[in-house]
């Protein structure tokens, strides 16, 4: 499912110390439920999510996009001195699309899939440093 479009879908943040946490479940019209945090940490930044379904399973794609080309080696995901970590039982896809910049001049961009099985309850972790 893809985000949905309108004021009704939204979420709610808060901010505590180092840390901002989003719930996000009311933005996709599923019974998923889906929070984001982003702790601030010296050289990066680490988003941890987590889901929950009522009932059933769901199969959860992270997707992040760069006009970058990535590198996906042994320790991760690389965007020149950016590197991507994620937590385990993820897979990595990076696919290669264009797209018609304001100035109608075509440029690629990069998505950057992590892609896991389905399960009631997932999470994901994504350590993200400037090396």
Known sequence: KY???GA???GTMQLENDCVTIE???A???DVRGVRAFTFEENGVVLKDAFEKQSGKVCVTERFVSMIKPEVK????WIENLRLTASDGWRIKVTE???SDHFAVQRAIYLIDFETEAGQQLGFELQMELL
């Open 24 to 26: 996000f479940g009311n």
């Open 97 to 99: 699309e264009s797209f």
């Open 8 to 10: 009704e879908y939204n």
């Open 28 to 30: 996709y019209e599923t």
């Open 3 to 5: 985000q949905s479009y």
């Open 74 to 77: 042994a320790d991760g995901v």
